[in-house]
């Protein structure tokens, strides 16, 4: 559902500290939300998007 190397659309489901935002606010569902948190967690390893922000 989710790609990890489409850093645009991961930056729009984190909120401002970098952090995940949780279900009710991206209305996403279970399975949808499981796939933005592992392509998430893939860009953030490869070095894509950042761990924390500033």
């Known amino acids: 559902m989710f790609d990890y190397k489409d850093t645009q659309r991961l930056s729009e489901n984190v909120n401002t500290h970098a952090r995940i935002l949780r279900r009710t ?11 933005l948190a592992k392509a998430i967690k893939r860009a953030r390893y490869m070095a894509l998007t950042p761990y924390v922000a500033r």
């Not at 606010?25 to 796939?35: F, H, N, W, Y």
């Open 25 to 35: 606010r991206t209305k996403l569902t279970a399975a949808g939300q499981r796939s």
